[in-house]
Structure formats: C-alpha cells, structure tokens
C-alpha cells in the first residue's frame, strides 16, 4: 500500500471519527495536507451555494470574520457562486478573478494557485454542502485532483450527517399547569428588563507608562547592547553602542586637517615679517582654522554620540540584545525603552468583534495569570479611535487604563493576564444576546 492510499484512508477515518462539526472543521482544514499539498486552506459551508460562509481557516484556532482575509476570502466565493461555476472544481489565479479582488490577492502575499473544491452530497443528489479552498505554490497534478474530489465527496457526506444531528432531541417540556407557565414566562419577560452593566473580557499587558525611549542618535549599526532585559540602570549609564570605525576615522580626519591648516597658517604668520605680500592671506588662513576647529568638534560629538546613555533611571524593556548586534538604525529609531517600575499601566487589546460603547474613567479588573484570584482594579484612560491590526491579522481597539493607587504590590512590566471593561449599563436582555444580535444583524445586512 503506498503512502498516499495509507494517508488518505487515514484522513476518512479521522473524518468518520469526528463527534462534531468543529472536529470535522478542523480535520479538513488542518489534516488534508496529508493527501493534497496547500499551503493555507479554509472551509466555507452553508445550506446552499449561496449562503456559503467561511467557518474554519488553517493555522488559527477560530475565525475572526472582521479580519480583512476572511472578508476577502468571502468575496472571491460570492465571485465564484455568481459565475454559476461553483459546483465544479476548477484552479483558480488572479487573473480569473476581477481587478479590485486579483489586487488584494497579492497584497495579500498569497500563493498563486488557489484549488476550488466543492464538498458534494451524494445521499441528496449531490447538492453542495460547503467548498474547500486550498491555496498552493504550484499546480496540482491529476492524481491530486483526483484524491482531492474522492476526499471532498467523504468529507461532504460527514458534513451532512453531523448537521442532521439534533442535541435536543427527545426533550420536551412536560408543563402541566398552564397557570404556572404564564407566570414563570412573565417573570422572565420581567426579568429581561433588569438594569445591568455590560462588559467584555480581552488580553491585557502590563506596560509603563511614559518611559524614556532610547533611540539611535545617528545613522549607522548597533556594535553592541550593553545590558540585560529587566536590569535595573542609573542615570547616565551607557545602554548600547554604535559601530565607530567609521566615526572615529572621521575624527581622525578632522584632527590631522586641524594641525595642517593651524601649521599653514603659522608658516604665514612668520613669514609675514618678511613678505608683506603674505600678510593678505592670514584672513582667509584664520577662517580656514576655525572651520577646521569645527568640523573637528562636530566629528568629535558623533564619535561621543555612538554611545547611547540613559536620561533616566529605570528599568531596561527589551526582548533580545543579541538580535541588536550588527542591525542597521536610522536616525530617532527605537532601540529600547527605560521605565520607571513605579509607573506603570495595563494596555488592553479589545478585539472588534466584542467592542462595546465605553464611557469615559470606565471601571476595569485585571486577572493576571500569575494571580488570577487577586484582581487588580483600574480607570479607563485612553482608547483608539481606530482598530489596528496584530501580526495574526486579527483587528483590535488598543486600550490603555491606569491602576488604582491602592494597587499593591505594583505588578511587573511584561505581566500578561485578562482585562475586563465594563462599559454602560443595558438590559440584561441586551446583555444575554448582544452576540447573536450582533451575527444576525451581520448575516441580514441591517
């Protein structure tokens, strides 16, 4: 038995294995590399091929539709679908698809080749339960092409039957006093309008506030960062320094110019005694000397300036000194942070699909991981205005909140924990079903 027969009996019997649709999901989406090469994948399914919806991606554990991928993504399957070729398995390129799309594709720094596969049902005449979308550095071969449709059919017959499955099945309510039941719905309704304040949960960090930030003085390279992560420095102390080969040959430069022209100017200044004729050049000699005088303090101060020093005393935020080592820097880049510990704040990441309307000094709680049972309590002090994106692509609002004074111990830079935002106060109706509210309001265009 060769290898691709073993792996692919492998992967359909990890399918028929799967005890839920977000086993099967990530089955698909993460374990068809064995059979078919890709390089990202993500699974759309839907009742129809019209209501096809990005439900799984490969590499992120769940999907974040805000995320410009997943919006693009589900733009070239609405493309695909009206072109009435969304039944077939087809390999697609940007050039197939419109400009506006093809131009995200390769902003996107995507793999050229993307392998249309739909998932189809043989039990109801082939109807089309979802599409997996393989994106790849090269085409697929035949024999590929082909375990990939003998795949897409086990996996469309496993996303059938794991949908029919009802986990309510068999309950029903067995009220018997209808008097009852009206008063228990009533005070539910009642209930619904209770006065509650809403709130989100997000990552939090702990960060200074206003640290010195030490930046290259000058264009050049880092020779080399002379202190530790989280080590404690005085004012003054030197923090990192630039190569100075090149400085210091310019130093040297500037010296010996300086020498040369105050011994051309004292040749003329002697033989002026002499030749009155010389005398008419001491001017422009003078000039010459205190340019040199310059240009040899101005060589001198970048010499000196290769040394980065601390303003303050602090701390030192870095993640790795040995990754600094022979970097090229610009002038004003950002080399490390000096913190004061007694200063610091919680920087919170709140994902846009959970932001929420917050007031101003607005109350929050910190569970660091190190503490989770001792919250730490703080006051809302600034949130961005726009959503910025991290390095998963997800989109986040970047909130910053102090702490109390009453805080104590202060927690350390670099802490991690869970921040939770407490924002205006809304019915716990509101409250229960803000999230479904906020997927229909999506799904039906409001």
Same mark, same amino acid.
């Given at each position: 038995?060769?290898?691709?027969?073993?792996?692919?009996?492998?992967?359909?019997?990890?399918?028929?294995?799967?005890?839920?649709?977000?086993?099967?999901? $990530?089955? *698909?989406?993460?374990?068809?590399?064995?059979?078919?090469? $890709?390089?990202?994948?993500?699974?759309?399914?839907? /009742?129809?091929?019209?209501?096809?919806?990005?439900?799984?991606?490969?590499?992120?554990?769940?999907?974040?539709?805000?995320?410009?991928?997943?919006?693009?993504?589900?733009?070239?399957?609405? $493309?695909?679908?009206?072109?009435?070729?969304?039944?077939?398995?087809?390999?697609?390129?940007?050039?197939?698809?419109?400009?506006?799309?093809?131009?995200?594709?390769?902003?996107?720094?995507?793999?050229?080749?993307?392998?249309?596969?739909?998932?189809?049902?043989?039990?109801?005449?082939?109807?089309?339960?979802?599409?997996?979308?393989?994106?790849?550095? =090269? !085409? @697929? /071969?035949?024999?590929?092409?082909? +375990?990939?449709?003998?795949?897409?059919?086990?996996?469309?017959?496993?996303?059938?039957?794991?949908?029919?499955?009802?986990?309510?099945?068999?309950?029903?309510?067995? @009220?018997?006093?209808? =008097? =009852?039941?009206?008063?228990?719905?009533?005070?539910?309704?009642?209930?619904?309008?209770?006065?509650?304040?809403?709130?989100?949960?997000?990552?939090?960090?702990?960060?200074?506030?206003?640290?010195?930030?030490?930046?290259?003085?000058?264009?050049?390279?880092?020779? %080399? &960062?002379?202190?530790?992560?989280?080590?404690?420095?005085?004012?003054?102390?030197?923090?990192?320094?630039? #190569?100075? /080969?090149?400085?210091?040959?310019?130093?040297? *430069?500037?010296?010996?110019?300086?020498?040369?022209?105050?011994?051309?100017?004292?040749?003329?200044?002697?033989?002026?005694?002499?030749?009155? =004729?010389?005398?008419?050049?001491?001017?422009?000699?003078?000039?010459?000397? %205190?340019?040199?005088?310059?240009? !040899?303090?101005?060589?001198?101060?970048?010499?000196?300036?290769?040394?980065? !020093?601390?303003?303050?005393?602090?701390?030192?935020?870095?993640?790795?000194?040995?990754?600094?080592?022979?970097?090229?820097?610009?002038?004003?880049?950002?080399?490390?942070? &000096?913190?004061?510990?007694? !200063?610091?704040? +919680?920087?919170?990441?709140?994902?846009?699909?959970?932001?929420?309307?917050?007031?101003? #000094?607005?109350?929050?709680?910190?569970?660091?991981?190190?503490?989770? *049972?001792?919250?730490?309590?703080? #006051?809302?002090?600034?949130?961005?205005?726009?959503?910025?994106?991290?390095?998963?692509?997800?989109?986040?609002?970047? *909130?910053?909140?102090?702490?109390?004074?009453?805080?104590?111990?202060?927690?350390?830079?670099?802490?991690?924990?869970?921040?939770? &935002?407490?924002?205006?106060?809304?019915?716990?109706?509101? $409250?229960?079903?803000?999230?479904?509210?906020?997927?229909?309001?999506?799904?039906?265009?409001?």
């Amino acid at each position: 038995m060769s290898d691709k027969v073993a792996a692919l009996l492998g992967l359909e019997q990890q399918l028929r294995k799967a005890s839920d649709l977000a086993q099967l999901f $990530y089955t *698909l989406v993460n374990q068809t590399g064995q059979c078919v090469p $890709y390089v990202q994948s993500v699974l759309a399914q839907g /009742s129809a091929l019209d209501a096809l919806s990005v439900v799984a991606a490969s590499d992120v554990p769940t999907v974040d539709f805000t995320a410009p991928y997943i919006v693009w993504v589900e733009r070239v399957i609405k $493309y695909q679908v009206g072109s009435g070729l969304a039944a077939q398995q087809a390999i697609l390129t940007a050039d197939d698809l419109p400009d506006n799309v093809a131009d995200d594709w390769r902003a996107f720094g995507l793999p050229p080749f993307l392998l249309w596969q739909p998932l189809p049902v043989e039990a109801r005449e082939g109807s089309i339960a979802g599409v997996h979308l393989l994106f790849n550095d =090269r !085409r @697929w /071969s035949e024999a590929e092409l082909g +375990i990939s449709q003998h795949l897409a059919a086990s996996a469309g017959h496993a996303l059938f039957a794991l949908r029919q499955q009802n986990p309510w099945q068999g309950w029903r309510p067995r @009220w018997r006093n209808r =008097r =009852r039941n009206w008063i228990i719905l009533a005070m539910l309704a009642a209930l619904m309008f209770w006065p509650v304040r809403v709130s989100v949960l997000a990552p939090a960090q702990i960060i200074a506030r206003e640290p010195w930030v030490a930046t290259a003085p000058l264009d050049g390279a880092v020779d %080399r &960062v002379m202190v530790e992560p989280n080590q404690a420095v005085a004012e003054g102390e030197v923090l990192a320094n630039l #190569q100075t /080969s090149d400085l210091a040959s310019a130093a040297e *430069l500037a010296d010996q110019a300086l020498l040369l022209a105050e011994a051309e100017l004292k040749t003329v200044q002697q033989s002026g005694f002499l030749d009155p =004729r010389q005398k008419s050049r001491l001017a422009e000699l003078e000039t010459t000397v %205190r340019m040199r005088e310059i240009e !040899r303090e101005y060589a001198h101060q970048r010499l000196q300036r290769a040394s980065i !020093r601390a303003a303050v005393p602090g701390v030192v935020v870095l993640d790795d000194p040995a990754a600094w080592s022979g970097r090229p820097v610009q002038t004003g880049e950002r080399i490390l942070l &000096v913190a004061d510990p007694q !200063r610091v704040e +919680i920087e919170i990441r709140l994902p846009v699909k959970d932001a929420i309307a917050l007031e101003e #000094q607005a109350a929050v709680r910190l569970f660091l991981d190190r503490a989770p *049972l001792q919250p730490l309590s703080g #006051q809302l002090r600034h949130a961005a205005y726009e959503p910025s994106e991290d390095s998963g692509q997800q989109m986040f609002y970047r *909130l910053v909140a102090s702490l109390d004074a009453s805080a104590e111990p202060l927690p350390r830079l670099g802490m991690r924990g869970t921040a939770k &935002v407490y924002g205006e106060r809304v019915t716990l109706f509101f $409250y229960l079903f803000r999230r479904p509210i906020t997927a229909a309001r999506q799904w039906m265009g409001w």
